[in-house]
């Protein structure tokens, strides 16, 4: 199957660059299952505030708790003016970090750079996964999740043609997420609300939560001409708990 055969025209103002104004005003497609429906009901439109009355008692609904770093920063390359983008993937056991940067090729093994707080860190190897480059970032120091939340910015997708803002820090994350890794927001329950989980655990209805970070597959094309020759980047579940609503 070619992969052109996915192609298709969206309109840039189709794609919305901004949430809604309140978390869960939100519209929601559903698709009817019943195979002897006519077609003109196949497609129903709702509003999340409905989603209550179309999930079963005695379900269960399982939602992913990992949240996105703030994995998005940006550095002077030493000994030049040039300010750099780096996107930051995952920690290797030796301390570095798995990054991509902008312009890749013009960023080798040796080269240094400096972030807004003074900290130094410098490319110690470059490696090619799936025809996309990324290059290992060791620092003089240790950082942490809290370097992170002092200085990264959202790392928003894409398609998003702005820059991130103060209220992307809330609203680019699920409202239960706790577990930092994901470089992209498992966007399937941005539209969750405290009050319509509560009211699921008011119907009966079972959750249970697992740890599966988002990683690349988010920002990168697809390049092969037959998509079943495209790999994607793999994620990891790290953890899955079930709670018992009583």
């Known amino acids: 199957m070619k992969t052109s055969d996915f192609y298709f025209n969206l309109p840039e103002d189709c794609i919305a660059q901004y949430p809604s104004k309140i978390r869960g005003d939100d519209r929601l497609l559903v698709l009817n299952r019943d195979k002897d429906i006519d077609d003109s009901a ?4 709702k509003k999340m505030s409905d989603f209550l009355s179309l999930v079963d008692e005695n379900s269960l609904l399982v939602f992913n708790n990992s949240r996105v770093r703030k ?8 000994n030049s003016s040039q300010t750099v983008e780096f996107l930051f993937i995952h920690q290797y056991g030796d301390g570095s ?3 991509m ?9 040796g080269h240094g750079y400096v972030f807004s707080d003074g900290t130094e860190a410098k490319i110690i190897e470059r490696e090619s996964d799936r025809g996309t480059e990324f290059r290992s970032l060791l620092f003089d120091v240790a950082v942490d999740e809290a370097w992170f939340e002092r200085l990264g910015h959202v790392p928003l997708p894409p398609y998003i043609k702005r820059e991130d803002a103060l209220f992307d820090e809330n609203r680019y994350q699920n409202i239960y997420a706790s577990e930092v890794g994901s470089s992209a927001c498992p966007t399937a329950g941005l539209h969750f609300t405290p009050d319509i989980l509560e009211a699921l655990k008011n119907k009966g209805i079972d ?8 990683g690349l597959g988010t920002f990168l094309p697809v390049r ?18 079930r709670r018992q609503i009583k």
């Open 42 to 45: 196949l497609f129903v439109h």
């Open 207 to 214: 959750t249970a939560f697992l740890t599966l970070h988002v």
């Open 224 to 241: 092969s001409e037959k998509i079943e020759e495209h790999t994607m980047h793999e994620e990891v579940i790290l953890s899955v708990k």
């Open 97 to 99: 970090w798995k990054v």
């Open 101 to 109: 940067v902008r312009n890749a090729k013009k960023h080798k093994p």
């Open 71 to 78: 994995s998005r920063l940006f550095a002077k390359k030493i």
